[in-house]
Nanobody, 127 residues
């Protein structure tokens, strides 16, 4: 059974950093492209970043480009989201999921292409 578990969410001050983890169990994470998403209170879930399990290619959405970095460690079966220069607008629940349309990130992080969602981890950016 494919399962993803997110962790690393916390309360952080504006300008701070966090690293989120997305750990896979029941399957090899590098068989899939993995996407990170977030959902702010009262808003729709939106894509943040994607990383291919095949060649490590990535896609980063404009809202976080230059501040967030996605990476993976296949030996740990884990994908990471490094978040720097955080602002209150980054507050929300962060989720990871597998891409159901190929092991690649050919365009933006489109939510309808993803499945096997984790339970999410809360990120709060506040002073």
């Amino acid at each position: 059974q494919v399962q993803l578990v997110e962790s690393g969410g916390d309360l952080v001050q504006p300008g701070g950093s966090l690293r989120l983890s997305c750990a896979g169990s029941g399957f090899y994470l590098d068989y899939y492209a993995i996407g990170w998403f977030r959902q702010a209170p009262g808003k729709e879930r939106e894509g943040v970043a994607c990383i291919s399990g095949r060649d490590g290619s990535i896609a980063i959405e404009n809202a976080v480009k230059g501040r967030f970095t996605i990476s993976r460690d296949n030996t740990k079966n884990t994908v990471y989201l490094q978040m720097d220069s955080l602002s209150p607008e980054d507050t929300g629940v962060y989720y990871c999921a597998t891409r159901g349309r190929g092991n690649s990130c050919p365009h933006g992080v489109w939510i309808y292409e993803y499945e096997n969602w984790g339970q999410g981890t809360q990120v709060t950016v506040s002073s």
